[in-house]
DNA sequence: CTATATACCTCGGAAAGCGAGGTAGCCTGA
DNA sequence: TCAGGCTACCTCGCTTTCCGAGGTATATAG
């Protein structure tokens, strides 16, 4: 049948930096860190793949919205931190502003009695 | 630059469906119908392409969630209507609820001064 | 007869998610 | 001692779906 693929699999797409960026924005955690976050914060709603979540981060870095330095882990793997830099804090205001203009888009098109 | 480009090139991505199947929900339409629809109603933030329209109204049509017929246009060229069917409007149930997790979820992750 | 608008379609390429698999360090318990 | 589990990182191949470009066809306007 017509099923929860088709649609749930697909609606990450895009919207990963902003969820990285923002997450990011009170502070450096490392990769693993940054998702937990994510999953918590969205109350389980949101769960990217770590085959997912560490092509991002190396893109954002790649693209200079992120820096990153190794640090031995206390207790544990060493462990890449991550932090915005000023072009990294643009980005998310970017990526809030579209964020806002598309969501705002699919709401009023999906809006029961709007005509 | 981190552009434009990596935050709104992918953000249709699984919406299509959603969009498609809300819009259909008072009646049927055309494809170029449907598509000039989301572009209003959205209020122009939306604007799904041809080559990205039609392959979806095709797999909806494949999974049994909208039904078409061919009419002579009068006036133009012929077109393809489509209406949802009962299963299309359980699809569209299932999309806005996926929609309204995810998107709870982006926004509760985005907002500021969250913890 | 050409241009424009409507209306449909397909193809190739690119992007990005996912799952599976792999490496490695540390800790716990049999 | 060593198997299992958790943390933490990474890569690869596969799939989906988007976009843009291109193509067909009909009707109307100039």
Do not use: C
Request: without cysteine; aromatic residues 6%.
């Amino acid at each position: 049948m017509f099923e929860d693929r088709q649609i749930r699999a697909q609606l990450l797409k895009g919207t990963l930096p902003l969820l990285i960026l923002a997450t990011l924005r009170d502070g450096e955690l490392h990769g693993y860190h940054i998702a937990r976050r994510i999953r918590e914060r969205s109350g389980e709603a949101l769960a990217p793949s770590e085959g997912a979540l560490y092509p991002a981060l190396h893109r954002l870095e790649a693209e200079g919205a992120l820096e990153a330095t190794w640090r031995e882990g206390e207790g544990g793997p060493r462990r890449r931190y991550y932090r915005l830099t000023a072009g990294g804090l643009a980005a998310l205001a970017r990526a809030e502003r579209d964020w806002a203009a598309f969501a705002g888009g699919v709401n009023r098109v999906a809006a029961e009695g709007s005509s």
